[in-house]
């Protein structure tokens, strides 16, 4: 038996075809793994109206850890014209199979680490080094949304907070509502995770990202709580940072920062913003981590247009391997990986439409796999 089973999960789109790159990669490293194939994405929403079919959940149950392509979403109305009609008028909804595996397994770590290899072309600037820690299970995308508001929620609300007088002239049809909703707990281990990153790699600083002065209470929450568990690392200090701002200091003094620590909604906008300063979607890899399994990922989608075209950047999902491989302790395994990516960065030769060049996915695989 492998030492290793990874489950493995393509899912839509070009999700294929960076994962058959993915193969090509650990098979070079001879990773003492199994890889089982487990359906996940669009195809099995139309199908069988789930995109996370239980099969797979059970499959993900006999696995340490798994590999996750991209999947394609769509928007409410076209996930049920799309349904297989027999499954049509049954009450299926769509929801994402991404966010059902970060809240079904607790993946509460959200990590995605931007760093600039020397001489890639998309480069904002050379030295960027960031990790973002994006909480990755609560906030506004907890779920606790209505629309239109029901009348014992708004009656409550309107009991509670006169700050709710400024909607009293709309009616409950006209109004939606989406809750941010914080626990200390998940504030506490967001923090702590960030934390403790920092001081195993040396980086200088953790910033806590969020906007207290505006959300006072929810952001107020995961301020105190940083605070307090900053005093346990007294190596690195924390600073605090307003969200807005921090767009901007991210763009003019990237190199200033280090790990970044922040919510849900917050995290994904500046994650977002961190990938591109070193390259973009071909680059971004993204772990979701719990206290017992993790889920490693491109942060790009299935991107239609280019699927089974083989023209899309392998890279981001080469470096999900490497936090794959990391999380797993195979640290050596995941440096010589890491080397070995940022070596074909360097050389030039094997590059993709968005660095510029003509090199198909599979065609980067191989100049990595012959790194190895
Ligand atoms: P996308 O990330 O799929 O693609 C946007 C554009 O970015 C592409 O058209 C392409 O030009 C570029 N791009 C993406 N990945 C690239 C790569 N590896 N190399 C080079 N260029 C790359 O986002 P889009 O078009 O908004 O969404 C397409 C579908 O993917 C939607 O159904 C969406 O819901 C889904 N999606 C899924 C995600 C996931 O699986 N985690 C994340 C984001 C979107
Ligand atoms: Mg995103």
């Not at 909703?181 to 281990?189: A, E, K, V, Y």
């Not at 990986?337 to 060049?357: P, Q, S």
Request: net charge neutral; charged share 25%; hydrophobic share 40%.
């Amino acid at each position: 038996m492998a030492k290793y089973r990874i489950a493995w999960m393509p899912g839509d789109g070009i999700g294929q075809d960076v994962m058959e790159a993915a193969r090509i990669v650990l098979d070079q490293l001879k990773l003492d793994a199994e890889y089982p194939l487990a359906d996940i994405g669009w195809e099995f929403w139309r199908r069988e109206g789930d995109a996370l079919p239980p099969r797979t959940i059970d499959l993900l149950h006999t696995c340490q850890c798994a590999m996750f392509g991209a999947i394609t979403s769509k928007p409410r109305e076209e996930a049920a014209a799309e349904l297989n009609p027999e499954l049509r008028g049954k009450g299926l909804t769509y929801r994402s199979p991404i966010v059902r595996l970060r809240q079904q397994f607790d993946l509460y770590v959200n990590l995605r680490p931007c760093k600039a290899y020397p001489g890639n072309p998309l480069n904002h600037r050379e030295g960027i080094d960031l990790v973002v820690f994006r909480e990755n299970t609560e906030d506004l995308y907890a779920g606790v949304e209505f629309h239109p508001l029901p009348p014992d929620v708004r009656a409550a609300l309107e009991a509670r907070s006169p700050a709710m007088k400024a909607f009293q002239s709309s009616a409950s049809e006209d109004l939606a509502l989406s809750c941010r909703i914080l626990s200390r707990r998940g504030c506490r281990r967001i923090v702590r995770a960030a934390f403790e990153y920092a001081q195993k790699r040396g980086y200088k600083s953790v910033t806590l990202v969020e906007k207290p002065n505006v959300v006072r209470e929810t952001s107020g929450l995961i301020t105190r709580e940083a605070r307090k568990i900053a005093a346990e690392f007294p190596a690195v200090p924390l600073w605090e940072a307003n969200v807005d701002a921090m767009t901007m200091w991210l763009i003019k003094n990237p190199l200033e920062y280090g790990v970044l620590v922040t919510t849900n909604m917050f995290g994904d906008i500046i994650s977002d913003l961190a990938a591109q300063l070193v390259g973009g979607l071909g680059f971004a890899s993204s772990g979701n981590i719990g206290d017992g399994f993790a889920v490693f990922e491109p942060t790009h989608g299935s991107a239609p247009k280019y699927a089974g075209q083989y023209k899309v950047n392998p890279i981001a999902t080469f470096l999900a391997a490497k936090l794959m491989l990391e999380w797993l302790g195979e640290t050596e395994k995941a440096e010589v990986l890491e080397k070995a990516v940022a070596a074909v960065i360097k050389a030039g030769r094997a590059r993709t439409y968005d660095m510029g060049g003509a090199s198909t996915t599979i065609d980067v695989a191989r100049a990595v796999a012959e790194r190895l």
